[in-house]
């Protein structure tokens, strides 16, 4: 399942708001220019950037200098949690700070973490830092996310790194040979990828592996229920920017391990899909596409027959509810019936092997290419038919149908 991070449907503020804004904005311009910024905000910021060319540095005496005595038990235990992580950035952006009382301030803070061989600009989240003024000089003196940011892997425990020939696999408690299990399985995956796609694309896969359900939605920043029949998710920024961070394959230890061998390899060859074609997912692609997309790589070349891949259609199908239209993006929520939510899977994966099977696997690739390129929701998935196919929607729609009571009924 792929996720993006941030706004996944960006739609058009209406006039009235944006005018509001506006007039907001040149409110808060001017009283801006009439007082101006705590001296705090740059010597916190001086603080943070020392702290966090410690960490690079991996100089713990240095990284503990920042935190209050009250605080240094704290600041050690993440020192050392992230001693496992292999950074190439760290860094703090103070946006702005708020006094709580005399010597005392909070701190609004993005804090970005790069990952070496991975990440090729920071992965931000946002922090509040609170600090208390000492001699002249600011400690902090606690820190947590931001409403509404994720929690990172190692602030939920002690972290286990793993490398694989093409995979980097970061875990909190979880045994190591199961870390190892994970990384052969996401190094056998970039090639099957790479068959199905094309080579152009990092062919390097980064999952984290959390302790528990509620831990995998603290990573989310979401409720962990939602994602209890999951067994993995793919979060990605869904802006096309060169220096963008790298996808992370999130995977549920609950739902994971209950499978075998072969769907955890066909979980983890899903989830690289969407690592490999992130560069041309957007929010012009529907869902029914990236993840029939996913599903046709992973199980591409492999033995498994529609009738045995997709049995809730197959029911569906024989039960004479062939289903009228391709699944809509609220079809893929995770908080409904979840027969409904498989049908949905299955009949995406199905339009994709359609598509590969009548018009070749190089269209299949084709077509996701230009409904991604498109520049928006509206047209994008009816140019691509008419302009790679050769075909409409209606057209489509009919040959999917009789495809799948070919291959179902």
Known sequence: MEQGRGARRPGAAPLALLLALAALAALVGCDTAARPADPALHEVQALLDRHAEALLDRDETAWLAAADPSYKAAARAEFRRLAAVPLAGWRYRVTGVDRTGEGRLTARVERGHRVEGYDRGPLDAGRVMELAERD????????????????????????????????????????????????????????????????????????????????????????????????????????RRADAPADRVIVNPDAYGVLGGFGRQLVLTHETVHVATRAHTSPSTPVWLSEGFADWAAYRGGDR????????????????????????????????????????????????????????????????????????????????????????????TAKWRAYLRDKLA
């Open 305 to 396: 027959t529609p009738a045995q891949a997709a049995p809730e259609l197959r029911r569906a199908v024989r039960a004479g509810e062939l289903p009228a239209a391709l699944p809509e993006d609220a079809d893929f929520g995770f908080d409904g019936d979840a027969e409904a939510l498989a049908r949905a899977y299955e009949s995406g994966w199905l339009a994709c092997a359609l598509i590969a099977d009548r018009w070749g696997e190089d269209r299949l690739t084709a077509f996701y290419r230009e409904v991604g390129a498109h520049p928006g929701r509206d047209g994008a998935v009816e140019n691509a038919l008419r302009k790679v196919l050769d075909t409409s929607p209606e057209e489509f």
């Open 136 to 239: 002249g000089r600011w400690y902090v003196t606690g820190e947590r996310p931001a409403e509404g940011a994720p929690v990172r892997l190692w602030e939920q425990g002690e972290v286990t790194a793993v490398r694989g020939a093409r995979s980097l696999v970061l875990g909190v408690g979880q045994d190591r040979a199961r870390l190892a299990e994970i990384a052969r399985l996401a190094d056998r995956a970039v090639p099957a990828v790479d068959a199905a796609w094309s080579p152009q694309w990092a062919r390097r896969v980064l999952v984290l592996v959390p302790a528990s359900l509620d831990d995998m939605g603290g990573l989310l920043a979401a409720d962990g229920s939602q994602y209890r029949g999951i067994a993995a998710v793919t979060t990605g920024e869904t802006e």
